[in-house]
């Protein structure tokens, strides 16, 4: 998989304080990366137009609720749907993104009840972009490939 084209990576993974709490979540393997590959970096949350920091969130099916259930579903698909123009525009096939998040999300997500229990799921922006054919993995996943 080793190749030149960009990768689409959370931008807190790059140390970016963009969280729902405002820190930057850095990640040694992909800083390691971003020294031999170009990287673009998205805050899917930021692009929809949420502030940070932000109330926590989760995905409930197909809505993301605050822990105080306030609606935040249209701004994280506003902001899939930046992350995905984003991808096409720099040609990226492959997203590095933050594990677990209602955005970012790849294979596991929270439950959507607050509780800190991880169910199987894709983020919205992470499932947007599977269905766009671009290959997505997390932190937690073999980078390895990728150097």
């Given at each position: 998989m080793n190749e030149s084209s960009p990768i689409l990576v959370s931008a807190c993974l790059l140390g970016v304080p963009c969280r729902y709490d405002g820190t930057g979540q850095a990640d040694a393997r992909v800083l390691a990366i971003a020294k031999s590959r170009p990287m673009i970096p998205v805050c899917p949350e930021q692009l929809g137009g949420l502030p940070t920091p932000r109330p926590p969130a989760e995905r409930h099916d197909t809505r993301v609720l605050t822990r105080d259930e306030r609606d935040v579903t249209a701004a994280?698909?506003?902001?899939?749907?930046?992350?995905?123009?984003?991808?096409?525009?720099?040609?990226c096939r492959i997203a590095v993104l933050k594990a677990n998040s209602p955005s970012c999300g790849s294979g596991q997500i929270y439950d959507g009840c607050f509780r800190g229990r991880l169910?199987?799921?894709?983020?919205?922006?992470?499932?947007?972009?599977?269905?766009?054919?671009?290959?997505?993995?997390?932190?937690?996943?073999?980078?390895?490939s990728l150097l």
């Open positions: 994280f698909a506003r902001g899939a749907q930046e992350a995905l123009r984003l991808a096409k525009l720099f040609s169910i199987p799921g894709d983020g919205l922006t992470a499932a947007l972009l599977k269905e766009e054919g671009l290959t997505v993995l997390s932190e937690k996943d073999d980078l390895s």
